[in-house]
């Protein structure tokens, strides 16, 4: 099993920045991917970005330039670097692991940027 726990500031104004976290505990071994999908109410979950087990990253199109996907492998984290927030980026903000096969997920945390 393993357990994800996500952290960040829950509101920001456009233009700002923040970072989200998900720290993973439990059995965390042979992790072949990890990211961030979002969803805003009525939507569809939407990838935003990943990274996988070499280093390798993929971003949406519409956080390109703007977000950026860090993993710290000792801390078992992954982050999330937001920049030049818009309105639209206002989502609820999940995270995953791929362990073994598996994935697992985050609970969410809201994201809201002001305008």
């Known amino acids: 099993q393993v357990q994800l726990v996500e952290s960040g500031v829950g509101l920001v104004q456009a233009g700002g920045s923040l970072r989200l976290s998900c720290a993973a505990s439990?059995?965390?071994?042979?992790?072949?991917?990890s990211g961030w999908y979002r969803q805003v109410s009525g939507k569809q979950r939407e990838m935003v970005a990943g990274v996988n087990s070499g280093g390798n990253r993929n971003y949406a199109d519409s956080v390109k330039g703007r977000f950026t996907i860090s993993r710290d492998y000792a801390k078992n984290t992954v982050y999330l670097h937001m920049s030049s927030l818009k309105p639209e980026d206002t989502a609820v903000y999940y995270c995953?692991?791929?362990?073994?096969?598996?994935?697992?997920w985050g609970k969410g945390t809201l994201i809201t940027v002001s305008s």
């Open positions: 995953y692991y791929v362990v073994s096969g598996m994935t697992y």
């Open positions: 439990g059995s965390i071994v042979s992790v072949t991917f």
